[in-house]
């Protein structure tokens, strides 16, 4: 089992930041990929980013160039967002992929970006 905690959400304002962390308990050492999704009320649940063991990343298109995944120590991933408009705002949920293949999810925290 892996457990997953998200932080640093909140409101910000039209072209401004935003960081988000992902802590991660249990059986870590399982985990092959890390990331974020995120899910917009209404719409479908997309990838925003992901980084595997290898330090390879994988970026949705509409986070390429505004948003950075990175992570911070063997329990932390971070999410660091620039250049937000309202089209971000979202529950930004995070997730982790076993080697075995099973997937984990984090309750979700809330990015509203105001125009």
């Known amino acids: 089992q892996v457990q997953l905690v998200e932080s640093g959400g909140g409101l910000v304002q039209a072209g401004g930041s935003l960081r988000l962390s992902c802590a991660a308990s249990g059986r870590i050492d399982d985990i092959d990929t890390r990331g974020w999704y995120r899910q917009a009320p209404g719409k479908q649940r997309d990838l925003v980013a992901n980084i595997d063991n290898t330090g390879r990343t994988n970026y949705g298109h509409f986070a390429k160039g505004r948003f950075v995944i990175s992570r911070d120590n063997a329990n932390t991933v971070s999410l660091q967002m620039h250049s937000l408009t309202p089209d971000d705002s979202a529950v930004y949920y995070c997730?982790?992929?076993?080697?075995?293949?099973?997937?984990?999810w984090g309750q979700g925290t809330q990015v509203t970006v105001s125009s």
């Open positions: 997730h982790s992929i076993t080697k075995s293949h099973f997937n984990f």
